[in-house]
């Protein structure tokens, strides 16, 4: 992921849009699958939880991070009708336009709470730093949140985050 950041960065504005839907391909679409094939898997409930939980984050990552790097900022005062990055839910290869900056957020906010739930709701540990948990979700939501301007918002799901 870092490696498309800070590519993308460097690169012209000619290459952006290739390194976006690069970016779609090797990271978003994955994530989608995982996302809506996991409920189909055998294993503990708990497992496929904690599963999904992971998939639902790295899915609001990605559209978080895309938005920032290919859409427009969002405004914490509103009217956020500028252009974002292409929402792609399902397994279509259907062209789409792309979506307001205002849809993208609903989309992480959606997934990012979801992830909150679902790794919440887990007894499963996180064996291994580079995994996900409850506490990394909220951290990202506090992020997010900050971007849309919520501080108070913000401030309390950090304190969550802090005071484990």
Same mark, same amino acid.
């Given at each position: 992921?870092?490696?498309?950041?800070?590519?993308?960065?460097?690169?012209?504005?000619?290459?952006?849009?290739?390194?976006?839907?690069?970016? =779609?391909? #090797? $990271?978003?679409?994955?994530?989608?699958?995982?996302?809506?094939? &996991? @409920?189909? /898997?055998?294993? *503990?409930?708990?497992?496929?939880?904690?599963?999904?939980?992971?998939?639902?984050?790295?899915?609001?990552?990605?559209?978080?991070?895309?938005?920032?790097?290919?859409?427009?900022?969002?405004?914490?005062?509103?009217?956020?009708?500028?252009?974002?990055?292409?929402?792609?839910?399902?397994?279509?290869?259907?062209?789409?336009? =792309?979506? #307001? $900056?205002?849809?993208?957020?609903?989309?992480?906010?959606?997934? &990012? @709470?979801? /992830?909150?739930? *679902?790794?919440?709701?887990?007894?499963?540990?996180?064996?291994?730093?580079?995994?996900?948990?409850?506490?990394?979700?909220?951290?990202?939501?506090?992020?997010?949140?900050?971007?849309?301007?919520?501080?108070?918002?913000?401030?309390?799901?950090?304190?969550?985050?802090?005071?484990?």
């Amino acid at each position: 992921m870092i490696w498309y950041i800070r590519t993308a960065m460097r690169s012209s504005k000619s290459r952006l849009n290739g390194r976006a839907i690069g970016m =779609r391909r #090797s $990271v978003a679409r994955p994530i989608f699958i995982a996302c809506c094939n &996991i @409920d189909a /898997a055998e294993g *503990l409930e708990s497992e496929r939880n904690y599963i999904k939980g992971q998939a639902h984050f790295y899915r609001a990552f990605a559209y978080f991070t895309m938005v920032q790097m290919y859409g427009g900022r969002y405004k914490a005062e509103g009217d956020n009708t500028q252009l974002g990055v292409v929402i792609r839910n399902d397994n279509s290869t259907e062209p789409r336009a =792309r979506a #307001s $900056v205002e849809e993208v957020y609903t989309q992480i906010n959606e997934d &990012i @709470d979801l /992830a909150i739930q *679902l790794l919440g709701a887990t007894e499963e540990k996180r064996t291994n730093k580079s995994h996900i948990d409850l506490h990394v979700a909220r951290g990202l939501k506090a992020r997010i949140l900050l971007t849309q301007g919520k501080w108070l918002e913000a401030a309390e799901m950090a304190k969550l985050v802090v005071d484990l």
